[in-house]
């Protein structure tokens, strides 16, 4: 998916993947909206210039677009594009780890 979205100072913008819905014997068991846990799971789809240190200068980023991160659970500003796609703003600080 190709944005047209640049973050500012140390913040990303992410895509949260979905997690596997639960199944049980026969079937799919499909829970409503409301219900769902949100995922802290996704792919970083862009990332801002980092923020900047006591005499000015940036402090470069841990994480790169590509990366597939867990972040705080309730972390972070959700948006919907034009397209409906959900994703989310959020600080570097709030991702918690890079998965490999």
Not at 4 to 16: A, F, L, Q, S, T
Not at 34 to 44: M, R, S, V, W, Y
Not at 64 to 84: E, I, L, N, Q
């Amino acid at each position: 998916m190709a944005l047209n979205i640049k973050p500012m100072g140390d913040r990303v913008v992410i895509e949260p993947l979905e997690e596997d819905q639960a199944t049980f014997a026969g079937g799919q068991l499909v829970l409503p909206d409301t219900a769902k846990e949100k995922p802290q799971q996704g792919k970083i789809l862009a990332v801002g210039p980092g923020s900047r240190d006591e005499e000015g200068k940036r402090i470069p980023l841990d994480v790169s677009v590509g990366d597939t991160v867990v972040y705080a659970k309730y972390a972070g500003t959700s948006f919907k594009t034009k397209d409906g796609k959900e994703i989310l703003f959020l600080k570097e600080s709030d991702i918690l780890a890079i998965l490999e």
